[in-house]
């Protein structure tokens, strides 16, 4: 089945811990891309990948990083998360220059 | 930069009606797609339609459909026979083609739609 996944679905944790969110699809797609949603602010794009080796920053990629090493993984990295990094977090890909996007299931961050 | 304005934060509609969600966007670029995607509370993102800038018919997917004016920059979604399950935040995205970003999703803020029985 094609898919994107990410782990974990839901995190709490605290100030200035470090952590990764994975994100992984089975579809061998070229582009990738992270989201974050905040209510009243729809979805805004933190970094996207165009290719293994090739990641750029989106709208609000501030206290985040990201590598892409292989072609199906793309992981969100919070190397001292904060409160205000609460939110809902999508991993999507796509085929360029095609334009769907299939989005992963999301993951709920919570900073304490 | 462009930019994606959803003007109806909340739409009600009852079952079985029609109802129809705005959506305008901002941009110097002549080609491009614009989508509608649906998220029901289980927060999964569900592309309901899209629609490339260079067709001139409006797409149409069973009850979903959208009233595209390129010149306007004005990309509505209109619901038929509304149900129960179509209850849920709807955003409007845009996606350029060309140049630098290419395939970004631009997203609206959303409209949330509640449909009553």
């Not at chain 1, 998360?81 to 890909?93: E, K, V």
């Not at chain 2, 930069?1 to 110097?28: G, H, I, K």
Request: aromatic content about 12%; hydrophobic content about 30%.
């Amino acid at each position: 089945e094609a898919q994107v996944t990410q782990n974990p679905r839901y995190l709490i944790t605290v100030t200035g811990k470090k952590l990764t969110v994975t994100c992984s699809q089975n579809m061998n797609h070229e582009y990738m891309s992270w989201y974050r949603q905040d209510p009243g602010l729809g979805l805004r794009q933190i970094y996207y990948s165009m290719n293994v080796e090739v990641t750029d920053k989106g709208d609000v990629p501030e206290g985040y990083k990201v590598s892409r090493k292989e072609k199906r993984n793309f992981p969100l990295i919070l190397e001292s998360p904060s409160p205000n990094q609460t939110s809902l977090y999508f991993c999507a890909s796509s085929f360029i220059p095609t334009y769907e996007q299939y989005f992963g299931p999301g993951t709920r961050l919570t900073v304490t | 930069a462009q930019t994606v304005t959803q003007s109806q934060p909340e739409m009600s509609v009852q079952e079985a009606e029609t109802v129809t969600l705005s959506c305008t966007y901002d941009t110097s670029e002549s080609d491009y797609y614009l989508f509608w995607y649906k998220q029901p509370p289980s927060r999964q993102m569900i592309l309901v339609i899209r629609q490339e800038a260079y067709k001139q018919q409006n797409a149409t997917e069973n009850r979903f459909s959208v009233n595209f004016q390129k010149a306007a920059k004005s990309f509505s979604l209109k619901i038929s026979d509304s149900q129960l399950g179509d209850a849920a935040m709807y955003f409007c995205a845009y996606r350029r083609i060309q140049g630098g970003s290419q395939g970004n999703l631009i997203f609206g803020k959303g409209t949330k739609l509640s449909v009553k029985p």
